[in-house]
């Protein structure tokens, strides 16, 4: 592994980790407390806080081999980033709010922000790990 490659995936952990919080604990914060049952707990979210660093090293692991795999030679750094994040967004960030709202009580209208919101992180994901993974 190169060193670009470690220190995209360092990078995107940390972005994935304040684009989720921005998402989720600021801009959705509101939605979440208006259903309780959805969320855990203070007290036990943090119990469980081990599994979401997990989730965001898979996440910068995942986008960093994904996206070096798939760059373009040649091609602008930022429009790849931007397409990158866009389908990653249709294949993973939109279908799991869908499937989300299939099984979870919540109204459409929070699945529908959870989706716009997570959309634009995704893309800025994408934009990220472009960034990062720029060939020389």
Partial sequence: MTKQCLISIVVLFIASMTFDFVVHAMLLKSDYDAQPALMRGEADAQKHFPAMLLAHAFIALGVTAIYRRGRETGKDWLGQGVRFGLWFSVAACI???????????????????????????????????????KQA
């Fill in 95 to 133: 279908p799991g709010f869908l499937i989300y709202y299939a099984v979870q009580p919540m109204g459409l209208t929070l699945a529908i922000k959870q989706i716009c919101f997570g959309g634009v992180a995704t893309v800025l994901l994408g934009i990220v790990a472009a960034a990062m993974n």
